[in-house]
Structure formats: structure tokens, C-alpha cells
């Protein structure tokens, strides 16, 4: 199985990854990287000196006897330890950038890409799930860069140097240590099997967490007014529950690393006792000898603990490395698209056979057959579920069509980069979401050259100065996150300007008056449709009310055009569209309980 073998250090993907993880991250940050080895060789120096200078304590000063010689030997071990000192502190901040710019940049890129990702990629998927994988996939690299090239690097020179040191008092006994390292890394290697089995899923579990979490509290008025308190509540422990049990199983397999290690180094002390005083006895060894073999065993032992920790980290990190190379490495979705532009072309739509499903059980369109005139006024009708919402996302360019073709201006909108596409279309849909700032800062947001006239002007034909007059500061009145402060009347009309500063050439609403009383509307339809701008407008709607400004509209039924004309020819010709219309007057009557608009918009028309 491709997951049982992955991001085991052997496999050629795991250090397919490692390596690209390096390069990546050495070569911009190489200056930092210089200067944490020359701290790192300065620490394994310093260390080994260290133990060295043990010989020099017990031969020249106590076995010798000689007052004299301490002082000098006082002031040698003082300057080692302020050298390796200095050496660890400036490491351990360089440390510290070195982690945190390689998993900031990660972060970073991953963020970005599932920006550019397709609407697609998102549907079904709740946001926190996504954030969770931009923290946890950034701070792996940061985790594993500064392991491989710092922790483990300060680790294993230190201990090359103190087995320098071993080698140089007493060969013999070095090498019977050396017969008990593969035992260790035979042990370890095992743990570490484990605890990578234990990471796989926990970016699921992390992101359980946040969804429950940020649900609950996002819908808390929904939550309350059913009485969700509960589940919500039930939710959220349970996925810490889960995320519990798997942390302790990770910490069970971390932890038995360290005792695993001490029992090792107590065998090796209790035969160097042994060995030692039988050397000392009858072969004629010095004791600052064994003094300084013993000391650098000891010093050894640090290093050589957290490398086997640091290995158990890596390879938990690992899996999330590998997640996030396989992510980013995802052909972008604008890599198949073309290099085309609309700036030049008169905004008709043509529908040529379109259909689409979201997936193969849910067919949405069929064979949509259609061309709307540049600086058409075309209004979309059609029941609940008709696929009114997934045409405009098709013209879009949200989704491409799964066969068929839309064109704007002649030009096939598959061929033309995103960008250049949303450039072009204006979207102003029911849920207008605005982001954290000013009136004036999101409608801006349309348009980054509108000057401050056009802004105003747009507030004004949106009718949103109406309402900013009202308020302290006007159009710099803060909408709270997501206009949470504004009604969702009011937060539609700075949807609506917004999307009137961005001048594009085909504007789409998708009931996106819905919220608004009938005054409000009349006024905005007004603005919006009216004849100054040469703009196509795709208008949905379930308002009879607002088809009086149209010129021609679509009836949807089960994902297919079934008609398309003007009202009058419609109402002759169309069972769908007096149906759909009979009942919308129906539904209309119910919740105002009046005519007066649906009866002065039928004189108008048929008078
Ligand atoms: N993201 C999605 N994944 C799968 N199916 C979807 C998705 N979005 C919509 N559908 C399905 O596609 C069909 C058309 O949906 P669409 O949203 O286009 O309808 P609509 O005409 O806009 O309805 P409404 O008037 O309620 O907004 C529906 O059957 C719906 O269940
Ligand atoms: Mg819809």
C-alpha cells in the first residue's frame, strides 16, 4: 500500500521531499544558515574541549598536586563554557527565524494557491478545515527544515567531536560503545514507524476541531433559536476527544525514546567501571584519561538523545510535507486556459448546448441553447433547483461546462484567463459578503483605480448614501466582519455599488434584491438597469415585480431552457412561464396582500 510505505526516509518520494524541501529553503535563507553553522561547530568545538580539559583537571592539578596549575586550568574551562555559551544563545535565535521564515513562506503559498483554486475545490470542504492545513503544513517545514540542518547538524558534530575525544583516550572501550549505537537506532527506527502511522490523520482532527468550533459560534443565532446548544457542545467534544486519544498515543510512542536511551547509557557506564579499574590496576592508565573518555560519554549522551527525538519529530512532520508538495503541486487551474481578452468585444452571451453536473449523480443543465444581444436585459426565472444559480456560474467561469460552450463577445470564456474573465462579469449575489472596513473601503473593493467620484456616485445609485447619511460617519462608517452591523437590505445595496464602480461589461444578479422592500428596489432597478450603461445585465429573480425592466427572459425548468422571449410572447406561448408566473402572483398576494404592483405591471404590459 502506496500509504503504508510513504514518508519512510528510505522511499525515494520521502527524500524526493527532503530534498526539495532544502533547496527550497537553504538557498533564500542562506546567509542565515552560514552563520548557525559556524555557531553550530563553535558549540560541538567548545564541548569536546570541554571534556578534554577534565584530563588537565585531574592530572595536572590533583594528581599532580599543583596549586598553581588550577588557576590556569580555572580560566580555561571559564572561557570554553563563555564560548559555547555565546555560540548556543546566537544559534538558538537564528533558530528561531530560521523556523519561522521557511514555515511562514510555506504558509504563504499554500494560502495563495488555494486562492486561485477553483470554486470547485471548495465546495463541501468548511473553511477552518482549510486553515488548519495552513498552519499545520507551514510549521512541518519550519519543524523539519530547522531539524535536519540546525538540531540535528549542532547534534552530530557535537558527538563527532566528542568521540573524537573518546577515540583519542581509549580506543578499546570507544568501540564497544560504538556496538551499542546500532541497537539504539534499530529501537528507535521502530518508534518512529509508529508515531508516523499515529500524524497521518491529525490534520483531519485539528481541523474537526475548528470546524465544530467556528460553526457553532458563526451560526449561533441558528444554534440558538433550535436549541443546538447541546449538539454543538457534543460536537466539539467529541472531536477533541479524538484528538486527545491520538495525541497520548503519539505521546506514548515519543516517550519511550528517553528511558530507552538512559537504560542504554547506565549498560555502558556499569562495563566502563569494570574496564576502567582493570586498566587502571594493571595496565598503568592515567585517571584524567578516563576522567575526560568518561565526561565526553556523558557530554555524548545530550546530543544523542535528541537526535533520536529529533528523528521521531521529522518523521511526524514528514507526512505533512508531503501532503503539502502533493498539494501545490496540482496543475493550476489557469495553466489549460488561454490567453485571451474580452477588452475589445461587444458583451453578447451565447449558450451553445450547454450542460452541466456537479458530479456524475447530479446533472444541473442540459443543453442550454441561447444567445443573448450585447447591452441585453435578460431576467432568469424558474423554480427552486431549476439550475438558475449554476447558468451564471458557468458564465462565470466558476465551473467549466462539462460539454457545450459559453461565448462572450464570439470569444469561448474557457479560453480567456480567470482573471481576465472576472474582470469582466460582475457578480452581486443574495449573500453579498463584505469583508472588515468602511462602506467606502468595500465599495471600492470594485474597482482598485475607482476614483472617490465614482465611488460616491455608485453609493448613491445603489441607494446607499440614503443610508450612510444617517450614520456618524457616513460612508466611512465601519460595516463590522462581514457587515454583521448592517442590515441584510443594506449590506445587498453596497453589494450592488460595489459591483456598479467595477464597470463590467456583463453584471449578474442573482436575487440580489430579494432583501430589499419595494421602494428600495424600484429605485436600485432604476439605476442599475436603466439604459445609460451598455452593460448585458443577467438578472434572477422570483420578484414579478422586477420583470417590467427587463427585455427578454429565461424560463429554467429541471436544468433546460424550456422558453425565451419577451413577457407578452412568453405569457402566449410559455404553460412554464404562466405557471411559475400565476404562482409567483400567488405567493406575492399571500405575504402582501395586495396586487397593486403585479396589477399597475400588467396594464403596463398588456394595456
Ligand atoms: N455545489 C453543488 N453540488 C452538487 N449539486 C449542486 C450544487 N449546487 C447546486 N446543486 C444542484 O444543482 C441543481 C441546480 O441548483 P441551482 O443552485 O442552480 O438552482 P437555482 O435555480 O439557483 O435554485 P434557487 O432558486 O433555489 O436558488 C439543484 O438540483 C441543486 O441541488
Ligand atoms: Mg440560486
Known amino acids: 500500500m502506496k500509504e503504508e510505505t510513504r514518508s519512510d ?9 527532503i530534498r526539495r524541501l532544502l533547496v527550497e529553503s537553504v538557498i533564500p535563507l542562506r546567509k542565515l544558515f552560514i552563520g548557525s ?19 588537565l ?9 599543583n596549586a598553581s596549575a588550577a588557576i590556569g586550568v580555572a580560566l580555561l574551562v571559564i572561557g570554553v563554557s563563555l564560548g559555547k555559551s555565546l555560540s548556543q544563545y546566537v544559534n538558538s535565535i537564528l533558530s528561531v527565524q530560521i523556523n519561522r521564515k521557511v514555515a511562514i513562506r510555506y504558509q504563504k503559498q499554500v494560502f495563495r494557491k488555494f486562492l486561485f483554486q477553483n470554486v470547485q475545490e471548495f465546495a463541501g470542504i468548511a473553511a477552518p478545515r482549510h486553515m488548519a492545513k495552513v498552519n499545520l503544513w507551514g510549521s512541518a517545514c519550519g519543524q523539519v527544515v530547522l531539524a535536519l540542518t540546525n538540531k540535528f547538524l549542532t547534534d552530530i558534530l557535537t558527538l563527532i567531536a566528542l568521540v573524537g575525544v573518546m577515540i583519542w583516550q581509549d580506543p578499546v572501550m570507544s568501540l564497544v560503545t560504538a556496538v551499542l549505537f546500532p541497537l539504539i537506532f534499530f529501537l528507535v527506527s521502530n518508534l518512529t514507524r509508529r508515531v508516523r502511522e499515529l500524524s497521518k490523520a491529525q490534520a483531519e482532527l485539528a481541523g474537526n476541531i475548528s470546524t465544530a468550533g467556528i460553526e457553532a459560534i458563526s451560526g449561533i443565532k441558528t444554534v440558538k433559536s433550535y436549541g443546538l446548544e447541546e449538539k454543538s457542545f457534543a460536537r466539539f467534544s467529541d472531536a477533541v476527544a479524538a484528538m486527545e486519544k491520538r495525541l497520548y498515543a503519539i505521546a506514548r510512542a515519543t516517550s519511550a525514546t528517553v528511558p530507552l536511551m538512559e537504560l542504554l547509557g547506565g549498560i555502558c557506564i556499569g562495563l566502563f567501571v569494570i574496564y576502567a579499574s582493570w586498566q587502571t590496576l ?4 592515567t585517571p584524567g584519561e578516563f576522567t575526560a573518555f568518561i565526561t565526553a560519554f556523558l557530554l555524548a549522551y545530550q546530543p544523542a538523545e535528541r537526535i533520536t527525538k529529533t528523528m521521531v519529530a521529522v518523521q511526524r512532520n514528514l507526512v505533512h510535507v508531503e501532503d503539502m508538495f502533493a498539494f501545490l503541486d496540482q496543475p493550476d487551474p489557469n495553466d489549460s486556459r488561454g490567453e485571451g481578452s474580452l477588452d475589445d468585444v461587444a458583451p453578447s452571451i ?21 444567445a443573448i444581444k450585447p447591452g441585453e436585459r435578460v431576467a432568469i426565472v424558474g423554480r427552486s433547483g431549476a439550475g438558475k444559480t449554476t447558468l451564471v456560474d458557468l458564465v462565470q467561469g466558476f465551473y467549466p461546462p462539462t460539454s457545450g460552450r459559453i461565448l462572450i463577445g464570439g470569444v469561448d470564456i474557457n479560453t480567456i484567463p480567470e482573471a481576465e474573465l472576472r474582470r469582466h462579469v460582475a457578480l452581486i449575489s443574495q449573500d453579498v459578503f463584505l469583508f472588515e472596513g468602511s462602506l467606502r473601503d468595500n465599495i471600492a473593493d470594485g474597482r482598485a483605480d475607482a476614483t472617490p467620484e465614482e465611488i460616491t456616485d455608485a453609493a448613491d445609485r445603489a441607494a446607499v448614501s440614503g443610508f450612510a447619511a444617517q450614520l456618524e460617519k457616513g460612508l466611512d462608517t465601519p460595516v463590522g466582519p462581514n457587515g454583521t452591523s448592517l442590515s441584510g437590505g443594506q449590506k ?12 463590467a461589461k456583463v453584471y449578474i444578479y442573482d436575487e440580489a434584491t430579494s432583501a430589499l422592500d419595494g421602494e428600495n428596489e424600484r429605485a436600485i432597478m432604476k439605476a442599475t438597469l436603466g439604459r445609460e450603461s451598455d452593460s448585458t445585465i443577467l438578472f434572477i429573480t422570483h420578484r414579478p415585480s422586477t420583470l417590467e425592466w427587463v427585455d427578454r427572459i429565461m ?3 429541471d436544468g433546460k431552457l424550456v422558453a425565451f422571449g419577451a413577457h407578452e410572447e412568453l405569457v402566449e406561448s410559455s404553460k412554464a412561464y404562466r405557471s411559475l408566473f400565476n404562482l409567483a402572483v400567488e405567493q406575492q398576494k399571500k405575504a402582501k396582500g395586495r396586487y397593486g404592483r403585479i ?9
Open 9 to 17: 526516509l528510505s522511499t525515494p518520494s520521502t527524500r524526493q521531499a
Open 37 to 55: 553553522l559556524i555557531c553550530m561547530l563553535a558549540v560541538a568545538g567548545f564541548t569536546a574541549a570541554l571534556a578534554w580539559s577534565t584530563k
Open 57 to 65: 583537571i585531574v592530572n595536572e592539578v590533583f594528581v599532580a598536586a
Open 282 to 285: 594493571s595496565q598503568g592508565k
Open 350 to 370: 451565447t449558450f451553445e448546448d450547454v450542460s452541466f453536473e456537479y458530479d456524475a449523480s447530479s446533472p444541473a443543465l442540459h443543453g442550454v441553447q441561447a
Open 492 to 503: 445587498q445595496r453596497v453589494g450592488i455599488a460595489r459591483a456598479l464602480v467595477k464597470q
Open 555 to 557: 424560463v429554467m425548468k
Open 599 to 607: 396589477l399597475g405591471f400588467f396594464q403596463r404590459n398588456t394595456g
